[in-house]
């Protein structure tokens, strides 16, 4: 399969965070004028372990997510690109590709989150040197909680239920559990 | 607007059925199977094994081990697997072929490898 270039997707995803970073919440016609929110650059990166099941098989891994976007007030939105390296209970080399946007909502120091995502499934097959693979969407619910925040410098925890349907040919549904630790860097009011 | 999302869509259905062949159940369940007896078995030679589903030309070909066998197998331990003669039937497991003109719907046809 031929993806677009991983620096040319981030890329369109750090203009288009800065871009609505840059620019102010326009405040509603004839309503009083309110405290200026400003929407904040905010970008971050999680390392997680894994755990899918599809048609009931186990498959366990590791997973790299991006998150490029921007903070606005308690919310928050954000193009995520992840890479996930796994294999199965008995050693089929699986990888997952999906890039995204994930749609945040901060509660002190707990954020709930709703990733949606297209993603690339492939399973290398032992009979052959080919392999099983498929395109997808899915969503990954998160509930994230802040460990330790300094300035705009923020160490989280995360624990998320990808629900993933893959849909080319038959279709299959993958689903499991990541657990991540990642790294918030929010731009200064 | 409307053309553009219209050309995306087009060229994202084109790629998704140009990159991927899908995951079908038998298939992967079998792939799964085929490694676990490779590393159980001594010997077991798994490229003989065939767990490719292929349609066409007038006929259907399905993965060697049903869906219910690779389960079994996938179930069950090694030292099992060796004791029942589980490595030397999935080895002799040829793949079903199904023609269009047959009436059955080819369960019936598939070996019974895993006790």
Redesign the interface.
């Known amino acids: 399969?031929?993806l677009p270039s991983t620096p040319f997707v981030f890329a369109v995803l750090l203009v288009s965070a800065r871009a609505a970073a840059d620019e102010p919440a326009a405040p509603a016609p004839g309503a009083p004028a309110a405290a200026p929110v400003g929407n904040r650059f905010s970008l971050k990166v999680a390392l997680g372990g894994d755990y899918r099941s599809?048609?009931?098989?186990p498959i366990y891994g590791g997973d790299a997510h991006l998150f490029i976007g921007a903070e606005m007030g308690l919310f928050a939105v954000y193009g995520t690109a992840g890479l996930t390296i796994a294999t199965?209970?008995?050693?089929?080399a699986t990888t997952i590709i999906d890039l995204g946007c994930s749609f945040e909502r901060r509660f002190d120091r707990f954020t709930l989150g709703l990733p949606l995502r297209?993603s690339?499934?492939r399973?290398s097959?032992?009979?052959?040197s080919?392999?099983?693979?498929?395109?997808g969407v899915g969503v990954a619910p998160f509930v994230g909680f802040d460990l330790l925040a300094s300035e705009g410098h923020v160490l989280f925890l995360a624990a998320s239920m990808n629900l993933d349907e893959?849909?080319?040919?038959?279709t299959?549904f993958a689903w499991g559990p990541t657990l991540s630790i990642g790294y918030r860097d929010d731009e200064p009011p | 607007m409307r053309r553009h999302r219209v050309v995306l869509l087009t060229v994202l259905l084109a790629g998704a059925v140009v990159c991927c062949v899908g995951i079908r159940e038998d298939e992967l369940l079998c792939e799964e199977a085929a490694a676990h007896l490779a590393s159980c078995c001594p010997g077991f030679d798994v490229s003989s094994l065939s767990c490719s589903y292929n349609s066409g030309c007038g006929s259907t070909t399905y993965p060697a081990l049903s869906i219910p066998g690779s389960q079994c197998i996938n179930g069950e331990s090694c030292a099992t697997l060796v004791a029942t003669d589980v490595c030397q039937r999935a080895q002799q497991a040829k793949a079903v072929v199904e023609n269009e003109a047959s009436t059955g719907t080819g369960d019936e046809e598939f070996a019974q490898v895993c006790p």
Request: net charge positive; glycine share 12%; no cysteine.
């Open positions: 399969m031929r599809l048609y009931g098989v199965t209970q008995y050693g089929l297209p690339y499934l399973i097959r032992v009979t052959t080919g392999a099983l693979d498929s395109l893959y849909l080319v040919g038959s299959s």
